[in-house]
């Protein structure tokens, strides 16, 4: 194995050295504590994310049962609406007799 060569980054004698490990397990310390952190914030974001785009389809959906339920409306209205017409002579026929 090579001998890490020290003098290139600083590290000369033990006490440079014990510094800097203690300040690298504080960084690391750190990160792993912001680990579930982080995590959770961006879980927070990608579900508030996926509720915008949840929101965003329903939204389509609801135009375009406007438009499908306006339409109907008009031809229930101008009496050429089909099934409506056939509903309404049906329940008179029962109230006749006739079925």
């Not at 990160?31 to 927070?44: A, H, M, Q, R, V």
């Not at 915008?52 to 101008?78: F, S």
Request: no cysteine.
């Amino acid at each position: 194995m090579e001998h890490l060569n020290l003098d290139d980054i600083g590290l000369t004698d033990r006490t440079q050295y014990n510094a800097t490990v203690a300040n690298f397990n504080e960084i690391q310390r750190t990160f792993n504590g912001n680990t579930d952190e982080i995590k959770d914030e961006l879980d927070s974001k990608a579900n508030l994310n996926k509720f915008n785009d949840e929101i965003k389809r329903l939204d389509d959906k609801t135009d375009t049962l406007d438009k499908d339920w306006k339409a109907r409306l008009k031809r229930v209205t101008l009496g050429t609406d089909e099934e409506t017409i056939e509903n309404v002579v049906t329940k008179i026929l029962i109230e006749k007799g006739v079925i």
